[in-house]
């Protein structure tokens, strides 16, 4: 498989469910990255993953745990989210974070919905 | 701080023509261009450098101006396929990327 696959495509869950999205990238890049997707909202990056190390973190509530393994995965786990955390969950990789030359490749995406 | 692009909505018939604008109040390294159709990931359009350039496929192009700090991405001869939300980002040189609102473009036949 190729590029950046995201699993699950669409998930529905409860405000005390415990749930975990997955992202992995077969591009040989470092880094990656979360975004989130709201209607009617820009882009919005949540974390960045550099060599497996975190190198930001944009002001995410604690209910969103990242985990990098190694360059290849990253998780997103979710614990006690709120109805507002409903969003498209964008995986993404790139060769260089701390470059602006460098293009992201992005996934298909996590449809969350909170209920 | 994001960067403002404009406008908000384009509706095109096919063969038109369009310029969607991307601005920044900060001073820019890169401007990053995607495309996003409904329901799919952003895809990767064109990454313009610090120096003025201008860069093109096919029949899509885009121009970076950093003295303005703006960038334009120019379509022309539209087709049904360049239906989607066209985004900008922008990095500092060793910043992270920042996307703009967005433009949703529509192209009728």
């Known amino acids: 498989e190729t590029g950046v696959t995201q699993t699950p495509r669409h998930l529905v869950m409860g405000m005390t469910n415990k749930k975990s999205l997955k992202c992995e990238q077969h591009l040989g890049h470092n880094a990656m990255y979360w975004y989130k997707q709201s209607a009617k909202k820009p882009l919005e990056l949540m974390f960045v993953?550099?060599?497996?190390?975190?190198?930001e973190n944009n002001s995410v509530p604690s209910r969103f745990s990242p985990e990098c393994p190694n360059s290849s995965h990253l998780f997103l786990h979710l614990h006690t989210l709120q109805p507002e955390d409903s969003a498209l969950y964008l995986c993404?990789?790139?060769?260089?974070?701390?470059?602006?030359?460098?293009?992201?490749?992005f996934g298909p995406g996590t449809r969350l919905t909170v209920t | 701080q994001q960067p403002v692009q404009s406008p908000q909505a384009v509706i095109l018939r096919e063969g038109e023509d369009a310029v969607i604008n991307c601005s920044s109040s900060k001073a820019l390294y890169s401007v990053h261009w995607y495309r996003q159709k409904h329901g799919e990931a952003p895809v990767f359009l064109m990454i313009?450098?610090?120096?003025?350039e201008q860069k093109g496929h096919d029949k899509i192009s885009a121009s970076f101006n950093e003295k303005k700090q703006q960038s334009s991405l120019y379509l022309t001869a539209s087709q049904l396929s360049y239906s989607g939300t066209y985004f900008c980002g922008t990095t500092s040189r060793y910043g992270k990327l920042t996307f703009g609102q967005g433009t949703i473009l529509t192209v009728h036949p």
């Open positions: 993953y550099n060599f497996k190390e975190q190198t």
């Open positions: 993404a990789s790139s060769r260089d974070p701390t470059s602006g030359s460098y293009e992201q490749y």
């Open positions: 313009l450098l610090k120096g003025g």
